[in-house]
């Protein structure tokens, strides 16, 4: 099992992710049926050497943690990337199992 470390996102919105991808971070998503949804940031680096088609066709469970070490239990739904630019991610949906 796979730990990466995540952040809360307060702001939302497409400058606000411009720069954050400019900084080598992820906007990403979590949801489920009994939580509210969450907006947060991944490091770049903690995600990129994984292979993510293997993660999405196999539904591999991935631990997610923040600062309070907070574990949550989750698959990733869908990977959005850049049109042309084949390995920059621009968004994951999460959800929590």
């Known amino acids: 099992m796979y730990k990466i470390q995540?952040?809360?996102r307060m702001e939302t919105g497409k400058k606000f992710s411009r720069r954050l991808r400019i900084n080598n971070k992820i906007p990403a998503v979590i949801y489920?049926?009994?939580?509210k949804t969450l907006s947060i940031i991944i490091n770049n680096n903690d995600i990129f050497h994984m292979n993510l088609?293997?993660?999405c066709k196999k539904k591999i469970l991935l631990t997610l943690t923040n600062k309070k070490n907070t574990l949550l239990k989750v698959k990733i739904m869908d990977i959005q990337y850049h049109p042309f630019?084949?390995?920059k991610i621009y968004h994951i949906d999460f959800i929590k199992i």
Do not use: D
């Open 85 to 87: 630019k084949i390995n």
């Open 32 to 35: 489920g049926k009994k939580i």
């Open 6 to 8: 995540f952040f809360k």
């Open 53 to 55: 088609q293997n993660f």
